[in-house]
């Protein structure tokens, strides 16, 4: 498995409040995209930083995401370009299922 974390600093703060609404607008996007297990949007206390933390099947299943056109989407959207980290995740936690589970 692998986990991104896409962040981004914002030319102009967003509210907590701004942040939900601009974030339930663009969930549909991500809902039953192959190989995605999860997605956290985030912004900080200040409203100057956002993104979100995504926990996918592969590093394939992440690459197929974060092309030209998500970039365009991302910018149109927030004005600014995302920057995306890569981290392996072979153990997951899992209090909502109890469950522990294991990269293959």
Do not use: H
């Amino acid at each position: 498995m692998i986990t991104t974390i896409v962040e981004f600093e914002l030319a102009e703060p967003l509210s907590r409040e701004q942040a939900r609404e601009i974030f339930l607008s663009t969930a549909p996007k991500y809902q039953g995209m192959p190989g995605l297990i999860r997605k956290y949007y985030f912004v900080n206390q200040d409203g100057t930083r956002s993104g979100g933390v995504y926990l996918w099947q592969s590093r394939q299943d992440a690459d197929r995401l974060y092309n030209d056109e998500w970039k365009a989407f991302v910018r149109g959207k927030y004005g600014v370009d995302p920057k995306v980290n890569y981290l392996e995740t072979p153990v997951v936690v899992d209090n909502v299922f109890n469950q522990v589970i294991a990269d293959d």
